[in-house]
């Protein structure tokens, strides 16, 4: 088993100081990003294992549930800034969505996969809702964004739908079809490489740490089914939604929002 | 002649697009009548809100005041759905959807489930609108993306007119079209209009067919709206 230590995180440094030095002499000006980056991951992480320690020696359903709203809130915003067009009303929609997928997600997880409520635990909670959040925040925003740019490219083709009587999820279903399948397109090719030419996080922490890679190609597997799935729901849900935002309830098109 | 549509001071703002941005007013306090039967044209220049006015008579936009009646009726109240199933609608360029002509015409009948129609009944429908010879047999078969553009915008005629309405609105349907395609369409649509009992309203900025379609011209211009009465034709 490998030992890291602090003095080993330190010297792990050295290599955001030669990214940062081949930033510089070759003119990218990324060195002062890489810098605040780097000092946020250390601020941001050192305070999260801090906490974990409390949150898990407390272990309160009601306090992890918390954790994880105010989580998928600051998902919510995170993913609002991404979006080119932001649409009126956008973090409700999005704290829903990227809540729900994620309970969804985590929940099957620790219920039925783990089965039974002794898997609903700071230790478990915590960790996999932070890996469903992270994942369906940037789905959902790839989503919402890809569907205000359908709706602009196919407003007319929308319209004429409209015309014929259709509701407004009829007329933007097409829309709303390619925005999921371009959000999924990242987690698909990631389940397609999956162990060929990447080995995703959790299973390089676990092996690093000295647990057997049978044990954690299954833990892995898990979580990477947890996020199609959560991430699945929450993609629907969040495109359903949003249709409401683009079209008044008389089923008009807001052009004004495109 | 029975009315079908009255306008009573109506006005129309665009939304800002942008924060910051003004609304801009597009339409202000106009009121006419159109008869039923009656072929209108809604002419004008360039962005003085033809194609807005056209968008209010099925709803795909509302007055921001004044109300819009329909066969008496403020078209507010009445359910959007059924009325815009008694309107059609031509867009400016041409929509094509996947699959074969036919498929495009018959997505009409099947878009949604609270009016649902027998199949015997679409089938007659089909026929009759095979009849009407806008299109011919083989092109109802081609592949909608590999018609001609003119052919392209018959085919959205005879699906804007597939479930019998009573008022059939084209925003600017010849400008994609050069002069001989857009001489055929407009005879058809004349046809059809008369065949099928029509309130025809198109949006056109081609004198000719200004003169030649409009019983009623509506001039826009700077947000006023004027009855130009009967044109020729």
Request: charged content about 20%; hydrophobic content about 45%; aromatic content about 6%.
């Amino acid at each position: 088993m490998v030992i890291i230590d602090w003095m080993n995180v330190a010297i792990a440094l050295g290599l955001i100081f030669v990214a940062i030095g081949l930033s510089y002499f070759n003119g990218f000006g990324l060195e002062r990003d890489l810098a605040v980056g780097t000092i946020r991951s250390v601020l941001q992480l050192s305070i999260l294992g801090f906490l974990l320690i409390y949150i898990f020696r407390l272990d309160s359903l009601v306090l992890n549930i918390g954790i994880l709203v105010v989580m998928a809130l600051i998902a919510a915003f995170t993913a609002r800034n991404r979006i080119k067009k932001p649409f009126p009303g956008a973090i409700p929609v999005l704290w829903i969505s990227i809540g729900a997928g994620s309970f969804f997600g985590m929940f099957y997880v620790t219920l039925v996969v783990m089965s039974g409520p002794e898997a609903i635990t700071a230790r478990t909670l915590i960790p996999l809702g932070g890996m469903m959040i992270g994942n369906t925040l940037n789905g959902i925003s790839l989503a919402t964004e890809r569907f205000r740019s359908e709706l602009e490219h196919r407003s007319d083709q929308v319209e004429v739908l409209l015309s014929l009587g259709a509701n407004s999820a009829r007329a933007s279903a097409d829309c709303a079809r390619t925005a999921v399948k371009a959000a999924m397109i990242p987690t698909i090719n990631a389940l397609m490489v999956l162990g060929l030419i990447q080995i995703p996080g959790v299973m390089v922490g676990q092996v690093l740490s000295g647990i057997d890679p049978m044990v954690a190609a299954r833990y892995q597997l898990v979580i990477m089914f947890m996020i199609v799935g959560g991430k699945v729901a929450a993609l629907i849900l969040g495109t359903m939604l949003t249709v409401k935002r683009y079209f008044t309830k008389d089923h008009q098109l807001r052009r004004e929002l495109l | 002649m029975p009315v079908i549509y009255e306008f009573r001071d109506v006005s129309y703002t665009a939304p800002p697009r942008e924060r910051g941005e003004q609304p801009v007013r597009i339409l202000s306090a106009s009121s006419f009548k159109i008869g039923e039967g009656t072929n209108v044209v809604i002419t004008g220049p360039s962005g003085s809100g033809k194609s807005t006015l056209l968008r209010l008579f099925n709803r795909l936009a509302d007055p921001t005041s004044g109300e819009i009646l329909y066969r008496g009726n403020n078209i507010a109240e009445y359910p959007v759905q059924e009325l815009r199933r008694k309107i059609g609608w031509v867009p400016q360029v041409p929509v094509r959807f996947s699959g074969s002509v036919e498929d495009n015409i018959r997505l009409s009948f099947k878009l949604s489930r609270e009016f649902r129609i027998e199949d015997s009944d679409i089938e007659s429908r089909m026929h009759e609108l095979k009849e009407m010879g806008l299109l011919t047999d083989g092109i109802f078969k081609r592949k909608a993306i590999d018609i001609s553009v003119g052919e392209a915008q018959r085919m959205n005629l005879l699906r804007a007119i597939a479930l019998t309405p009573e008022v059939l609105l084209m925003d600017e349907p010849t400008s994609a079209l050069d002069p001989d395609a857009a001489d055929i369409l407009l005879s058809q649509v004349e046809k059809i209009c008369s065949q099928e009992n029509l309130t025809a309203i198109m949006v056109s900025h081609r004198p000719e067919e200004v003169m030649r379609f409009g019983d009623l011209v509506l001039k826009v211009n700077c947000g006023e709206v004027r009855e130009e009465g009967a044109a020729g034709g």
